[in-house]
């Protein structure tokens, strides 16, 4: 069983920058895939990024593209979310979810069904 915990969330002013992590307890990110989602009240669940297995593919949603950076340290079972260039409409609850994928899997999708997710770190931007 998984057990992922986010932190670092924050008030931040538009422009700035948060630092997301997602750790992992009960087994290794060796074997999944990762993503992070956001959900702000009255709208739906939106995928925001994924990293693959090893950490060497990753793949954005289309609004957070260029100013969102997803990393994976394996070693230290934890997974990032480097938030850039934060804007209001960024402002939301932020989930870290995890999928078990096969051995020789080298590609992600937040698409995916997750098999694993963490209680979510709030952001909000505003001025």
């Known amino acids: 069983q998984l057990h992922l915990v986010e932190s670092g969330g924050g008030l931040v002013q538009p422009g700035g920058s948060l630092k997301l992590s997602c750790v992992a307890s009960?087994?290794?990110?060796?074997?999944?895939?990762v993503a992070w989602f956001r959900q702000t009240p009255g709208k739906e669940r939106e995928g925001v990024s994924c990293?693959?297995?090893?950490?060497?593919?990753?793949e954005y949603g289309d609004s957070v593209k260029g100013r969102f950076t997803t990393s994976k340290d394996n070693a230290k079972n934890t997974v990032y979310l480097d938030i850039n260039a934060l804007k209001p409409e960024d402002t939301g609850q932020y989930y870290c979810?995890?999928?078990?994928?096969?051995?020789?899997?080298?590609?992600?999708?937040?698409?995916?069904?997750?098999?694993?997710w963490g209680e979510g770190t709030p952001v909000t931007v505003s001025p």
């Open positions: 009960g087994s290794t990110l060796d074997y999944y895939i």
């Open positions: 990293i693959s297995l090893r950490g060497d593919y990753t």
């Open positions: 979810a995890a999928v078990v994928a096969p051995p020789m899997s080298t590609t992600c999708s937040y698409k995916f069904t997750m098999d694993y």
